[in-house]
């Protein structure tokens, strides 16, 4: 089982409508959480953060944390065919040494028009 | 702004061959990390530096090495080139090594090993 978890997709939404994207991490003890956009041969592209429990809201995406269930998503409003990519969500734990990212596989996401 | 600045951009090795792969952080940015992309595959942490010190090890093979340099740019050295060592390479750096602040990604070395 991985690290975090992640469906691979694809996810196809119409224009205008809104993405939900989903990952679950297995250690309790991860700290920190982001959600990256990577276009095909493109270097990910870092969309959010957040670090504690709750809705982080930044124009058209809010990330939601949920620590207890050890759950965070990625919504994405007004969706438009440029948002078309695969989303990498990305956790760190503390560890006491560096802050590595681990990543899921990514969600491949489809803005249809 | 400023980006994480990586060269060169593609590169192409033959089996047993070196590589050497350079970044550059953002400015003020003394945290540099590595990571490794398959095709198909999401990235893999290689080994960090922060304040020219490795900070941490992933699953990075003994044939690479890497070190961070006093103007805070980092190369990755990678010796005896395998055909699976052929890959994007990323290059990331952030403000320190607090689990809190994000890493930004350079646009990423291809290599390909024939």
């Known amino acids: 089982q991985k690290e975090v978890e992640q469906n691979s997709g694809p996810l196809s939404v119409p224009e205008g409508a809104i993405a939900s994207l989903n990952c679950t991490y297995s250690?309790?003890?991860?700290?920190?959480f982001f959600w990256y956009r990577q276009y095909s041969g493109k270097s990910p592209e870092l969309i959010m953060s957040i670090y504690s429990n709750g809705d982080k809201e930044d124009g058209r995406f809010t990330a939601q944390l949920n620590k207890a269930s050890q759950y965070v998503s990625l919504l994405i409003r007004d969706s438009q065919p440029s948002d078309s990519a695969t989303y990498l969500c990305?956790?760190?734990?503390?560890?006491?040494?560096?802050?590595?990212?681990?990543f899921g596989t990514g969600t491949q996401l489809k803005v249809e028009l | 702004a400023a980006g994480v600045i990586q060269s060169p951009r593609h590169l192409i090795k033959e089996k047993r061959e070196t590589a050497t792969l350079k970044c550059y952080p953002i400015p003020r940015h003394d945290t540099v990390y590595w990571y490794q992309q398959g095709p198909g595959q999401d990235p893999q942490f290689l080994i960090s530096f922060y304040e020219k010190m490795q900070s941490d090890k992933g699953s990075i093979p003994d044939r690479f090495s890497a070190q961070q340099f006093s103007d805070y740019h980092s190369e990755l050295n990678m010796s005896s080139l395998e055909l699976g060592d052929s890959a994007l390479y990323f290059c990331?750096?952030?403000?320190?090594?607090?689990?809190?602040?994000?890493?930004?990604f350079g646009p990423g070395t291809r290599l390909t090993v024939l």
């Open positions: 990331a750096s952030s403000l320190d090594w607090t689990s809190y602040n994000e890493q930004f």
């Open positions: 250690d309790r003890v991860s700290q920190s």
């Open positions: 990305a956790v760190i734990k503390i560890t006491g040494g560096g802050n590595k990212l681990t």
